[in-house]
């Protein structure tokens, strides 16, 4: 079992390599008849599905997560190879970079006879994890089976959201790295990412007519109930404490367009909520709470624009730049307590689309009072259901 885990991240990038070089032309091939059967689907799909592009056959795209490159090629009808290498913020053990190996099988794709890379999957997946250099070192290889689903949007947009149910085995270094101890870990945890997907010899560009029942050409949104849907709830159990952790991260947030202008005021809670249970010689049971509030203001500076061209007849869906409060509160098995403060001052990007969906991606800076620990680099994904 150790030569495998020591040894599997090579041999899957091996074979995968393999592979993508093998077929890499018939990837290109195979366009024949490509435009006929295109516009036969077309006429069958709801707005919604066509938004998804479910109508476009793929073979190769380039995935660009949130912090992450990576790339996906079909090397059998409806299977997929991806590598993709990102950097995993907000992770609950704090590592820091991540790649990715996984192999794909698009059932729900094959059930509409498009093989298109936007569909409902089961995967085989391998993960590496670490941190960037420290006194403590961790890293960490993950083996686990997925189901997800992976929608591709309005062109080049790409969302990708699911379950992971596996195995994870742990190395902690001190600074001297011929002394670890190791963990091994069962998991089941919700997870997702938000970026663009880039498809090559695509000729079609998308009817607008088609898309506004989506975008909502004609209707004005003026205020969001947002539900963060990502990385919602976790479960791990380590062998080496004995050790059960049930994790639990609900996020809901509200957004008030001001009038007719491209300001809003809106207001975000955030709480994780971890649940502890020891089954060693000391057993014990013990909860650990973060509670994070935002108050911010938008302005969405694209918005006149968007609205000029079709692509959105709402105040809420555009590009922003923001400036907003917070405060943070930590508990262990006691009340919250305040434990930082400061402000906030970021861009992003908001899609709402369809009835109840959007996603919202923040990057930025924030300066901390409480502790003294100044400017601070800060980042938030969300993709969710809207009302």
């Known amino acids: 079992m150790r030569i495998i885990l020591k040894y599997s991240s090579v041999v899957i990038l091996t074979i995968g390599l393999s592979i993508m070089l093998s077929q890499n ?9 490509t435009a006929a059967k295109t516009d036969s689907i077309i006429q069958y799909l709801t707005p919604l599905e066509y938004a998804f592009m479910m109508h476009e056959e793929t073979k190769f795209m380039l995935r660009v997560p949130v912090f992450g490159v990576g790339a996906e090629l079909e090397v059998l009808p409806y299977v997929t190879l991806i590598g993709q290498a990102q950097l995993l913020v907000g992770d609950y053990y704090d590592y820091n970079t991540g790649f990715t190996a996984e192999a794909r099988y698009y059932y729900g794709s ?3 006879g498009v093989r298109n890379m936007s569909g409902n ?17 961790a890293d960490a290889k993950l083996f686990y089976t997925r189901w997800g689903m992976q929608r591709r949007f309005l062109g080049s947009g790409l969302i990708d959201l699911g379950v992971n149910l596996g195995y994870k085995k742990i190395d902690y270094y001190t600074s001297d790295e011929n002394n670890s101890v190791g963990d091994e870990r069962i998991f089941f ?3 997702g990412t938000i970026g663009l997907g880039f498809v090559f010899n695509n000729e079609k560009t998308l009817n607008q007519d088609r898309l506004c029942p989506v975008v909502k050409c ?4 003026t205020f969001l109930l947002k539900i963060n849907t990502l990385n919602l709830l976790s479960f791990q159990y380590s062998d080496m404490r004995k050790q059960s952790t ?5 996020q809901i947030g509200i957004e008030q367009k001001l009038f007719s202008s491209p300001f809003t005021i809106g207001a975000n809670l955030k709480l994780n909520y971890n649940w502890i249970h020891s089954n060693s010689n000391k057993s014990f049971t013990s909860s650990y709470s973060e509670l994070f509030g935002r108050i911010q203001a938008r302005y969405y500076y694209n918005l006149k624009s968007r609205i000029q061209k079709g692509k959105s007849g709402n105040g809420l869906s555009a590009n922003y730049i923001s400036g907003g409060v917070y405060q943070g509160f930590t508990g262990l098995n006691d009340p919250l307590k305040l434990t930082d403060y400061g402000i906030t001052f970021t861009t992003g990007i908001q899609r ?3 009835e109840h969906l959007y996603f919202d991606v923040e990057l930025g800076g924030a300066y901390e009072f409480k502790n003294s620990k100044g400017f601070l680099p800060y980042g938030a994904l969300q993709v969710g259901i809207k009302f």
Do not use: C, M, W
């Not at 032309?25 to 008849?33: H, K, L, P, V």
């Open 25 to 33: 032309t018939i990837a290109q091939s195979d366009t024949t008849g």
């Open 110 to 112: 094959k059930k509409k």
């Open 121 to 137: 999957y089961v995967s085989l997946s391998f993960q590496h994890q670490s941190n960037f250099p420290s006194n403590i070192n």
């Open 189 to 191: 945890q919700t997870t």
């Open 218 to 221: 004609f209707e004005r949104e």
């Open 246 to 250: 049930i994790s639990v991260n609900p």
């Open 352 to 354: 709402t689309f369809s």
